[in-house]
């Protein structure tokens, strides 16, 4: 994925994995030529800055869709991973 190591750096996270672009849709910048996506930030050095945007720009609008597809696929296999550790949690405690 291109942009993937500043993105996993910058990119606020949650326990399914970086979260998603603010706004899925990718905006052209005129001024860079690159194509944009918005994304919460993080930075642990500096937790008041938090709540900051921070975007990150690609070389073209497909790039940016699909790495807004892969983000999107990481983020399902982690809910799918954590949904079978639970159930295999409630399997251990019923069988307790």
């Given amino acids: 994925m291109e942009n993937a190591s500043r993105i996993d750096l910058i990119a606020k996270k949650d326990e399914l994995g970086t ?3 603010i706004d899925n849709a990718p905006e ?3 001024n860079t030529g ?3 996506l918005w994304f919460a930030y993080e ?3 500096c ?3 938090s709540d900051d945007l921070t975007h990150v720009g690609f070389s073209s609008e497909q790039a940016a869709i699909n790495c807004v597809g892969e983000i ?3 983020r399902a296999l982690k809910r799918l991973e954590l949904e079978e550790a639970e159930k295999q949690s409630q399997n251990q405690l019923v069988e307790a």
Avoid: V
């Fill in 43 to 45: 930075d642990l050095q």
């Fill in 47 to 49: 937790p008041e800055r």
């Fill in 72 to 74: 999107a696929t990481q």
């Fill in 34 to 36: 690159e194509w944009d």
């Fill in 28 to 30: 052209f910048d005129e």
């Fill in 19 to 21: 979260m998603l672009p």
